[in-house]
């Protein structure tokens, strides 16, 4: 029996692998196509919002507080510009990135309106938001000090607390959650997609093109046969996830320096001791297996590979 | 002298749905006999050889192949049969010379001696210059041989031919024919055609096969006579009642 097993292993692997099909989901995908989606987008967003940050962003201002407009004026990350559109048409043609209404003062009133509008999906517009905010939440503080010192209160009577968020996770911390989380979903599909064209070749494939009543002629059981198909699906299931880790382990150490914005490479020795490599394969072999016989018990109902 | 059975059918009933597909299907074929089923398209006798080769089960009857029956010992009976199947194929990516060797390994033909096996069958259907290459590369009349060449690698006592020769071009329905004239002396040759001339010129016997059921069956000239007709042609179609 495992003779027969070895034999139509064999034949599987040796077809499989003569297959374009199949070395470009075995190795195209996990080692080129997946990591470069992965890579391409960041350093796409990444390059956007780092140009939107360097240069100033344009700026429509309308208010009746001409003090406002001089701290517009004076921020050196902001351009202010003349609103000669409607708001969206502005915004829409670039002409500005955000526009800011401040309402009138209530003669009665502390408190002045303003209203940032901008374009959620424009990476410009949302930077040029954060950006008004921040002059005029300098600017409230200014008046706040004025006003405080009107009343003869001191400006370090607003300080009652001071406090500021930071990463508190090292590179290696962050390529863990990246290979943990966004390439274990990545594992799973070049798992499915490295065995798919194999197990269904073998079955549906072969009842088209008629090559498994032959094969049923020999003198093997079926179940070697079978198991025969099953190991080379399950070989390929175990094999794709193991290059889409690689591959997108390699994508990962270009992704992480720019996620916690300190450049350089990552040492990935670190993160990964030979037990744990044991670990993730052993969890990779069992995963394989199930994939490749799930596929298995659909692939074998089809008549054709189509 | 008679000669020992090497196959015997007797009682072969299978259905599909509503279809008697086969209804009491009874022959044997001796050692150095080339017997020859003919029949329309339809009429069952892909559906006898497939029982034969274990591929589908009968739902009665007795097959034994050199004694030894499909039902009890299916694996035992695969090793001693060699098979062409109708319309059947092989490994496209794998060479003309890969195919006959997995063929053969999975009957337990081992070492050296597969390798002279396909030396010598690809030098008798004239194979030499094809055998490196890739099954989906060659002419249907190669991969024709091809394909009687992994059911020869084999050597089996049984061989079982299922229209081997349609669809060909004449010369190689010539070489096959001339090396099944040849090699029909050394084993028994189970041979399934709906073309007459073969028939008569290659079968030592033959049965006549429609709706399932055995019309007639015996040599030619016991074939014609009883249908009382001059040529086998004529017989056949008198036999299967449509066209007498």
Redesign the interface.
Known sequence: MLKGIGLIYRKEMWTALRERRTLIFLFLFPLLVWPVFVVLPWFLIGGKERRAQAQPSKVALVSAYPELEKEFEASDKLQLVRLEDSVSAALQQRKAHCVVYVDSLASDSLVTYARILYDPIQTESRTAADKVELVLSQYERKIVIERLAQQGVPERMLEALSYRRQNAMGQNQMLGYFLGFIIGMFVVMGSMMGSMAVVIDSTAGEKERKTLELLLTAPIPRSSIMFGKYLAGVTFAFISPILTALGMSLAASFVVPVLVSSGGSVDLSGLISPGKILIILLVILLMAAFIAALQMTVAVRAHSNR | MIREVVLRVEGLRKRFGDVQALDGIDFTCRRGELFGLLGPNGAGKTTTI?CI???IKPDDGLIEVEGVSVASNP?????K?G?V?E????????TAE?NMK??A????VEGSLIDERIDSICDTLGLGEYRKRQFKKLSKGNKQKVLLG?ALVIDPPLLILDEPTVGLDVPTQKVIRDLLGKIKKERTILYSTHIMSEAEELCDRLAIIDHGRIVAQGTVNEICKKAGTKNLEQAFLKLVGRYA
């Open positions: 497939r080769c274990s591929i694996l035992m009976v695969l090793k049969i098979v199947l319309d059947g194929g092989l490994y496209e990516r794998l890969e997995l063929l390994q999975l009957h337990g992994q």
